[in-house]
């Protein structure tokens, strides 16, 4: 059983948790930003491969965000 801060996300709910589109969370890996680089599972060249993002890095990814008007 996978703990709560354990849990591994697809693409897919990271861009819903997020309210963007796949492309951009795909766009934000490659730019080699903060943002949390995915767990390759598979041969990381082969089509087979599948990217995880660990829930726990992806909400400390979000709490570190700036607040407010003031950007």
């Keep these: 059983m996978t703990s709560h801060s354990n849990r591994l ?3 897919g709910e990271v861009a819903q948790m997020l309210g963007v589109s796949k492309s951009y969370i795909y766009k934000l890996v490659a730019q080699k930003t903060d943002f949390p680089q995915p767990i390759v599972l598979g041969d990381e060249h082969s089509k087979r491969s599948s990217s995880r993002w ?11 965000r700036p607040r407010g008007k003031d950007l």
């Design 9 to 11: 996300l697809r693409v």
């Design 54 to 64: 660990v829930l726990t890095e992806i909400e400390d990814w979000v709490n570190s």
